[in-house]
Nanobody, 125 residues
Framework: QVQLVESGGGLVQAGGSLRLSCAAS????????MGWFRQAPGKEREFVAH????????YYADSVKGRFTISTDNAKNTVYLQMNSLKPEDTAVYYC??????????????????WGQGTQVTVSS
């Protein structure tokens, strides 16, 4: 059984911060990387951030560079997305995803094998 459980979403004012968590359980051994995506109502799901479980080679969408930080806590099998300086356009359902094997196309949904249930982030102005 593989499961990704997300938490940390909520309502925050513009300029504020949130930290999303995604706890992975099940057969996670040798999983290569994790990603965060988001989807606003009526829009396509878009890439936000990516990290190897090794903690190296982070990558961010241009829209969140300098504001969001992805990280892992391997002991807890958890990946985080620290979101600072939030903007109303960050409002979306945020999903974590797991890639079992290396996939260079990690900005694409198809690169990932497992997905969390999503957590709502709403940024008010």
């Amino acid at each position: 059984q593989v499961q990704l459980v997300e938490s940390g979403g909520g309502l925050v004012q513009a300029g504020g911060s949130l930290r999303l968590s995604c706890a992975a359980s099940g057969r996670t051994f040798s999983w290569y990387s994790m990603g965060w995506f988001r989807q606003a109502p009526g829009k396509e799901r878009e890439f936000v951030a990516h990290i190897r479980w090794s903690g190296s080679n982070t990558y961010y969408a241009d829209s969140v560079k300098g504001r969001f930080t992805i990280s892992t806590d391997n002991a807890k099998n958890t990946v985080y997305l620290q979101m600072n300086s939030l903007k109303p356009e960050d409002t979306a359902v945020y999903y974590c995803a797991a890639d079992r094997n290396y996939n260079a196309d990690y900005v694409q949904i198809r690169a990932y094998d497992y997905w969390g249930q999503g957590t709502q982030v709403t940024v008010s102005s």
